[in-house]
């Protein structure tokens, strides 16, 4: 119905392909969207508190908090989706002032899994954990005007 309304109305001028309406156009209401994004972002915060309480486990405790923290992490950053819609969050988190942040948390995430499971090594892991956590923060300051900038300016001035 909103096909024909927009079509009838001379706002659908070409006909995308269903794929592309699909993933360009958010086609969840404005409080489903809020409810995916709330629900997404709560179920990144409990993994990363879990993978906290986890790393208290004797042996395994550091594997675990990596991987509960890492997918937490993903789970929060994903959520933003849910406003956005995928090829619009993709398209924003390359441009060139989140380029760098962007690589940096996503070869951290990736960097914390492999160093938990396959390297077994439980120093790089939490050095890792610490980075994405880092990076996931620059990025995410990115989307407040002149945060970054004020982030810069407060550690130069604490600095010097």
């Known amino acids: 119905m909103d096909k024909l309304k927009k079509v009838l109305s001379g706002q659908d001028a070409e006909d995308r ?7 360009e156009t958010p086609s969840l209401s404005w409080g489903t969207r809020i409810k995916g ?3 997404c972002f709560a179920i990144g915060i ?6 906290t309480f986890l790393l208290w486990v004797p042996r395994k ?3 675990l908090f990596a991987a509960f923290y890492t997918l937490g992490n993903i789970a929060s950053l994903g959520s933003t989706i849910f406003l956005m ?4 969050q993709l398209k924003r988190m390359f441009e060139p002032t989140r380029l760098i942040a962007t690589i940096v948390m996503l070869l951290c995430l990736v960097l914390t899994l492999c160093s938990a499971f396959w390297w077994h090594n439980k120093g790089l892991a939490l050095i890792f954990c610490i980075l ?3 990076a996931l923060t620059w990025y995410s300051l990115s989307y ?6 004020a982030v810069k300016k407060c550690f ?3 600095l010097a």
Do not use: H, W, Y
Request: charged share 10%; glycine share 14%; net charge neutral.
């Open 17 to 23: 392909g269903g794929l592309a309406e699909v993933i």
């Open 37 to 39: 994004f709330a629900a």
């Open 46 to 51: 409990l993994f990363s508190l879990m993978g």
């Open 61 to 63: 405790g550091l594997v």
């Open 85 to 88: 819609g995928p090829m619009k």
């Open 132 to 134: 994405q956590s880092l």
């Open 144 to 149: 407040i005007p002149f945060a970054r900038d």
């Open 156 to 158: 130069n001035t604490c």
